[in-house]
């Protein structure tokens, strides 16, 4: 399978600032998503991340706390805007499209804190 | 009722051992089974992928459907230390949107 990978692995940020996490996968895929993954809790899908157009977001996420960017098949940003530490978490990217079952590969994850 | 519900553990058994992970889930719409192992401070790793109903096999494990109960399976056979990590199950009704439980976390005591 492909690999893909984030950046950064890890963070600690101050309330109000906005961290980028970046996603590379090492070839073309059709869709990427993102993920947050909070202590005890399900991972929850954030938002589809569209080639070329805009993000479609899951209930509960809205583009201005979670800014995505898709500029080609390869990468994607997420943004975590003015944060709180309710937004510690593992955020997490995945692609499918990479092999045949069309299911997803994740990446090894960003785990964020915020103080 | 959460739309899929795994029991979170811990799981402790001894190496060698015979494990049962399960997850129930209440949307009939589901298609897309999946099985996931994700190591300490690592994202998901991909274990099993089955659609629709049966079983499926791949050396030491074994995933099953049943979609009239709303319950699906992973059987791991001879246990290894290695095989300690927390079990995903993820569904979904099409190829996108995968609805997680929370993890089964499994110890396995050499």
């Known amino acids: 399978s492909a690999v893909i990978s984030q950046k950064p692995s890890r963070d600690i940020c101050q309330r109000g600032t906005s961290l980028t996490i970046q996603c590379q996968v090492d070839?073309?895929?059709?869709?990427m998503f993102w993920y947050r993954q909070q202590p005890r809790q399900s991972l929850t899908l954030i938002a589809t991340a569209n080639q070329g157009s805009e993000a479609t977001y899951e209930s509960g996420f809205v583009i201005d706390k979670f800014p995505i960017s898709r500029p080609n098949l390869t990468f994607s940003t997420l943004t975590v805007s003015n944060m709180s530490p309710e937004d510690s978490s593992i955020y997490l990217c995945?692609?499918?499209?990479?092999?045949?079952?069309?299911?997803?590969?994740f990446g090894p994850g960003t785990r964020l804190t915020v103080l | 009722q959460k739309e899929v519900e795994q029991d979170p553990g811990p799981l402790s058994v001894p190496e060698g051992a015979i494990v049962s992970l399960n997850c129930t889930y209440s949307n009939s719409a589901f298609q897309y089974f999946m099985w996931y192992r994700q190591y300490s401070r690592k994202g998901p790793e991909l274990l099993m992928y089955t659609y629709s109903s049966g079983n499926k096999e791949d050396g030491r494990f074994t995933a099953q459907v049943d979609k009239s109960s709303k319950y699906i399976s992973l059987f791991i056979r001879d246990s290894q230390p290695s095989d300690s990590a927390t079990y995903l199950c993820a569904m979904s009704v099409s190829q996108g949107n995968l609805i997680f439980g929370k993890g089964t976390k499994l110890s396995v005591k050499p």
């Open positions: 995945s692609a499918s499209g990479l092999a045949r079952t069309d299911t997803q590969y």
């Open positions: 070839s073309q895929v059709t869709m």
